[in-house]
């Protein structure tokens, strides 16, 4: 049955992408506008570091894409969510809530501030924080003193919640934000997979306090390696500037700098090529729902679960994915399939299974384990 699943599926996924032989990428860039243009216009320009029309017009792009006021473009997804934790206090002193099933790279920067990570459960529907688990958590856990949440048993306050869309799929931001504001926590959005999914007709990152795109290579736009802090609010935009241009005073030549910063800011390089992959994200867009309503077209065919956007929002269906039936299910489809050429992969170990985030509290992971066992990433990328 899995085999003969899998035999299909890498036939479904040859003639969908038009490759009868040869590998099939599980999600490769595409460059079909004015990326080489551009960058020869910024290299002829000789500004090529991180002071450059592009970097302001990659950010000004983004402001309008997003519908958020401030747009700050950085190194890559991981130091965005870094100096975003930054800016919001975490601390060794602090802890930083987030979801066991998630990218590395949403534990590493809580671990570099010296923050210590809480892991909580998944939505088996949106795949991302579960607002129960995170309900639940803080009833048992937080108690609140002159506004601010601490954790009973660690003394600690609660600097941020981080969830995260998994491959696009918008989170329930409306609960989780409900219960994060009773307690005082602001909420940073991990969306360095959802670049172009919008929950009730906003775009994620732009909800919460803070939000963080990533555009690796990897992603539905990529600038080579970037990423980008969103927000609303003028005060953490500013100082989210100052600390990532190494925390340099205005001057016409003076070197002064007022506190520990960062030099974490996007290079004109990259930015040449993220504006000229922005022009394009409508159509890339278009093509990649195309993509996933022939998979789900597809696999309701065969009975097999295709996880689809969740009610109230449209997902950009960044990595399609659907569910086997158990974890030898899920490692004999991704045994052919990778065999045959066609790249799938299963989701990410959980966090709290990964040797150097392992010692962290946490709550049950019941729904985030059940899916790490049985997710399978498809071929998801735009047909050039
Ligand atoms: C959920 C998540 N967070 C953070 C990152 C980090 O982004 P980057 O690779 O740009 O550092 C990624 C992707 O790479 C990601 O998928």
Redesign the pocket.
Known sequence: MTQSLAQELTQFVRSHYGTESGAIPLHAPVFQGNEKKYLAECIDSTFVSYLGKYVTQLEAMTQEYTGTKHAIAIG???LA?HAALHVLGANSESEVITQTL??V??VNAIRYTGAAPVFLDSSRTTLGMCPEALKVFLQENAELRDGKAYNRKTGKSFAACVP?HVFGHCVDLDGLIKICDSYGIPLLE?A??SLGSFYKGRHTGVIGKLGIL???GNKIVTTG???MILTNDDALAARLRHITTTAKKKHAWAFEHDELGFNYRMPNVNAAVGCAQMERLPQMLADKRATAEAYARFFAQKGIPFIAEPEGTKSNYWLNAILAGSRQERDAILEYTNSHGVMTRPVWEPMHRLPMHADFQRGPLTNAEWLADRLVNIPSGVRP
């Open positions: 890559n997804g991981t969510l998630t990218f790279a949403t995260m991990d360095a997979e990533s555009y690796n390696g970037g990423g």
